[in-house]
């Protein structure tokens, strides 16, 4: 009995990219027919173009190509989620749909696992063609933001493009927290991992999905789920900001300090005050979040599933 892999892929608004997509995601099957059965899982994250229509036509000839779609859209992370919660595969890969990360490669993260007995394979990225120099420069920052804030590992310049065990799903699907974020969850619950080092492409079509707001709540999602040394920070300048308040009384009473002085003082601090309330408020909001146990994500379509 051949073992299985299914490929997961997020899709919004992909119109422009996906059938090539299908076509290179076709090669990887045929790289790997004789080795493994390979399905495809396309989730639709409630797009507004043709996605959906070209991923049920593709469905409709081929078994092996599944679609599951969202009521509306849930956001990549929610797509991956619902993409590793349908997957049966002994092997899972989670690729972008728009061709940024070769497709063949999942050959490579396939035989590096199986040879070298690794539960993870991940997609480093050493270089990023043709991204700009905000978005190369933001990543760049936030990786390194991340690995300082946290306490488990997580690899840098790493995205979700990956190859995981069975058993690494069922460890990641037992977690049902509601901020997800699948390249911090995947480190979380360990196993033996492995790097494959590639080159980025450049998107084959159309725009970039992720926009700075999306950009700031992922970001926001790594740090906040998974560290809470935000909270220890507002302690420290707590203790230093009294210990430098104290100077500055002593130093007041000695050389008669002006009134500007003592207000822009006020007001640095109250800012700090409405600062450290928002990090506060970030952690109370994902308690609420989490207390309201809605579902993750709602699915309207199910096609050869
Ligand atoms: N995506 C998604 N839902 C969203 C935004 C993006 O499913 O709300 C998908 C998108 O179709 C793509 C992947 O997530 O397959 C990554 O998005 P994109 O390539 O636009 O991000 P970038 O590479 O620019 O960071
Ligand atoms: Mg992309």
Redesign the pocket.
Known sequence: MKKMLDVI??????EACISETIQRLFNLRNLLIDELDVNFIF?N?GSKDKSLDILKNFASKYPFVKVIGFSR????QM?VTAGLDYSKGDYVAII???L?DPPELIKDMYYQAKDGGYDVVYGKRLKRKS?TFF?KFTAFAFYRLLDFMCQINIPTDT?DFRLITREVVEAVKSMPEKHRFIRGMVPWVGFKSAPLYYNRDE?FAG????PLS??LKLAFDGIFSFSVKPLKFITDIGIALMIMALVAFGAGVIFRCTISIISSVILFVGSLQMIALGIIGEYVGRIFEESKNRPLYIVKDKINL
């Open positions: 892929v997020p899709v919004y608004n992909e989730v994250d859209n849930f956001g990549h797509a972008d749909a728009d940024q991204e978005k995205g998107r725009e970039t999905k992720y999306k950009m």
